[in-house]
């Protein structure tokens, strides 16, 4: 399965502060050669997107940036940010994921559904041999597949922005990661009023994503909202607003609970289902792209999936043997 890393196993303490300011002085004519070494052999610059084919060219991840993804409880952060993960890991992507709210064992559960496009309580592994051979060699290539792409910091509870930063600057100097995820902001800065730790902490973030040229997503949840018909944006953010301020791209989770609702009544049609998505993904800023606005995604149970349009099927990386 994916490689876990716990605080017993490293000291932290290493990396909890950044480089020594004297060694990132230098010369102009450093950075001069640099630009002229540019010009010789332009570099292009690494892309990373969202797994759906209708979201690409609108929203990139790019390196030394920091992605908020906001949304209130029950929306789907953890699920969407799980599905972005696999996909950035299919797209040659290093990531690491620290959940405070999450054991490991539940994200690998969660992902590991994703991954394979299938239900492990579905009927057909239950009650034959097959079927258990089958659902176990699904988990048997989910951990070969992860294991030089997903790492997990297993840590649960309240912890400090100085031990969640040392963390992070460990896994972009010593794993190679390229792409961490922080599940989420008010696990890391103690109190939801404390606006300077919040904007002390997401400064923070921005300067490792900056210095080890990786792409941060931070997990931060909305006020809640006096109807749920409302559709968030980057003010409903809880906290300090330096924090949406201070990022490079703001993406909210909205699950369209006004559909769930004709749904339980009897009174959606199949129409309203096929145009009304079950999810909408508000990217209210994007500092570095010229894209803002919302994606509509549909959820597909068996596979704890988001797909790109009713009926879609989802993303599948798993490839059963035909034996099966």
């Known amino acids: 399965m994916a490689n876990v890393f716990v605080p017993d196993d490293i000291d932290f303490a290493l990396y909890e502060q950044e480089t020594d300011a004297q060694q990132k002085v230098r010369e102009a004519a450093v950075w001069v050669q640099e630009l002229i070494d540019r010009i010789k052999n332009p570099a292009r610059t690494p892309q990373a997107f969202m797994p759906w084919r209708k979201t690409m060219g609108l929203l990139q991840f790019r390196p030394g940036e920091v992605t908020l993804w906001g949304g209130a409880n029950g929306n789907g952060k953890s699920l969407v940010t799980g599905q972005v993960a696999l996909s950035l ?3 040659g992507e290093r990531v690491a994921i620290a959940s405070f709210e999450m054991k490991p064992i539940k994200t690998l559960e969660r992902m590991g559904r994703q991954w394979s496009g299938t239900n492990p309580a579905h009927p057909a592994y239950a009650g034959s041999e097959l079927g258990l051979k089958a659902l176990i060699d699904t988990y048997e290539q989910f951990k070969e597949w992860t294991g030089d792409k997903l790492w997990l910091y297993d840590q649960q509870g309240t912890v400090t922005a100085k ?9 972009a100097k010593e794993l190679k990661v390229t792409h961490f995820v922080v599940d989420s902001l008010m696990k890391c800065v103690a109190g939801e009023d404390d606006y300077n730790g919040q904007k ?8 490792i994503a900056r210095d080890h040229q990786i792409h941060i997503h931070l997990i931060h949840h909305i006020k809640k909202p006096a109807s749920e018909d409302h559709k968030p944006n980057k003010y409903d953010m809880k906290g300090s607003g330096a924090v949406t301020d201070q990022v490079d791209n703001v993406v909210i989770v909205w699950r369209n609970k006004p559909k769930e609702r004709k749904r339980e009544e009897g009174l959606l049609t199949d129409e309203a289902n096929f145009k009304e998505p079950d999810c909408l993904l508000i990217c209210d800023k994007q500092r570095n792209g010229e894209w803002e606005g919302s994606i509509g995604l549909w959820f597909e149970k068996d596979s704890q999936q988001f797909v790109a349009a009713l009926g879609d099927e989802p993303l599948t990386l798993y490839c059963p043997p035909e034996a099966y």
């Open 163 to 171: 031990q969640v930063c040392a963390v992070i600057r460990y896994a």
């Open 200 to 207: 002390l902490f997401v400064d923070e973030l921005t300067a």
């Open 89 to 91: 890991c299919g797209q």
